[in-house]
């Protein structure tokens, strides 16, 4: 999994110190985002995400920009790099089309090769923050304004040509259902009846607090939340049967530190093993109450993608006064950025070995990880 290119290590002249100014890049320096792209492909991801975790249509309001034309931009971005890594490799030297409206270069058998993650991200300005309180402020009306909130996310990045969608940094689970319940009613809409065919992935990755307590930063235990959000999604799809069911396909844990990630996908997947008596990547009974028949219902892969400052998300909020990543500081080292990061070829890749012993398919990186750490772990150093 590569990161969706809010950090840049490439060394263009562009100012990129806020979320806002990453995503109007994908309109107004284009090669950088698109550049970006290719360095985590270069690298060896397979799996790139949109550069639009910030765009909401309540954040982008005064913008020069309307909301569609930003989420079209950064999705274009992530195509034209996926098109031109597939007709040239990692080459710096070829120009970049950026001018193109149409991405059809490469067969679309080639493009499966690399998936293009749309993301769907917490909608308050600070994505730690869960009470609901910048949007209404009656707990009955939260979540149908976020699920249309989402709706409008997901058709956009639908539309526009993911392959995946996944609902990133997740601290809650009705924020998370907003989103997966949204995407469920876009893609059962008119306007993409003849998605109904298409094999269409929905993601989750909760984010956790950084003190081995397995819970998610709003407080929720992570097991809890993660039975209740795949049940309540599949209820949502039994009230209202029509159409083709779209399963959430992947839990992941993402945006904390690689130790507490490492901890917590173990209670996970192995609290799992344990209430389905299954392989824990096999759990659609315990979802349907025994119903395996039910159409499109998939094994339930798992995965994660930790942050690597050196000072933990929990420590930087102060929910602790207590840094877990202090007990080694051998593991951090300053890269050419002049951030202080963990080093990826040894330890970051240690981590990312328990990850994938552990159970999980998909592995990769989040915040203040970079290529280098993509590339390490895909020649498994």
């Keep these: ?13 562009c100012d990129t110190s806020s ?15 698109i550049s970006l792209h290719l360095e985590y492909l270069g690298a060896g991801s397979q799996y790139i995400t949109t550069n639009n975790f910030v765009l909401t249509p309540e954040r982008v309001k005064g913008f020069k920009y ?28 070829i120009k970049l089309e950026t001018n193109k409206t149409k991405i059809d270069d490469c067969s679309d058998s080639d493009k499966n090769v690399i998936k293009i993650l749309g993301s769907l991200p917490p909608l308050l300005n600070n994505c730690y923050i869960n009470d609901g309180s910048q949007l209404t402020s009656k707990v009955e009306e939260i979540n149908q304004e976020r699920i ?28 998370a259902f907003s989103a997966t319940r949204a995407i469920q009613n876009v893609l059962k809409s008119p306007k993409f009846t003849n998605w ?16 081995y307590t397995s819970r998610l930063r709003g407080g929720e235990d992570l097991v809890e939340a993660t039975k209740n959000l795949l049940k309540s999604h599949f209820d949502s799809h039994q009230e209202k049967p029509e159409g083709k069911f779209f399963p959430i396909s992947t839990i992941l844990l993402n945006c904390s530190s690689p130790k507490s990630i490492t901890h917590s996908i173990a209670y996970l997947i192995q609290a799992l093993r344990n209430d389905t008596d299954k392989n824990p990547n ?23 993608y930790a942050n690597a400052f050196k000072a933990t998300t929990s420590c930087w909020l102060k929910e602790t006064t207590e840094d877990i990543n202090s007990s080694n500081p051998s593991e951090f080292a300053i890269d050419q950025t002049g951030e202080c990061v963990m080093e990826p070829n040894i ?13 999980c398919t998909y592995v990769g990186g989040c915040c203040a990880t970079s290529p280098a750490h993509i590339q390490a772990i895909k020649e498994g150093k």
């Design 19 to 33: 979320f806002d100014n990453s995503c109007l890049a994908c309109i107004e320096n284009p090669d950088l985002v």
């Design 66 to 93: 309307t909301f569609e034309e930003l989420v079209r931009a950064s999705v274009n971005c992530a195509k034209i790099a996926r098109d031109r890594f597939l007709d040239h490799g990692f080459n710096k030297n």
């Design 282 to 304: 096999d759990i659609v009974e315990f979802i349907t109450n025994g119903n395996t028949n039910i159409e499109d219902c998939k094994e339930i892969k798992f995965g994660a």
């Design 1 to 13: 999994l590569g990161h969706n290119g809010n950090n840049s290590t490439s060394g263009f002249d």
């Design 347 to 359: 330890y970051y890749t240690n981590y990312v070995r328990k990850w994938l012993r552990l159970g």
């Design 196 to 211: 109904q065919n298409k094999d269409v992935s929905i993601w989750v990755s909760w984010t956790i607090k950084d003190d």
């Design 148 to 175: 249309s909130i989402y709706e409008k996310i997901a058709s956009c990045l639908l539309e526009n040509g993911c392959d995946i969608l996944i609902c990133e940094t997740m601290n809650n689970v009705d924020e």
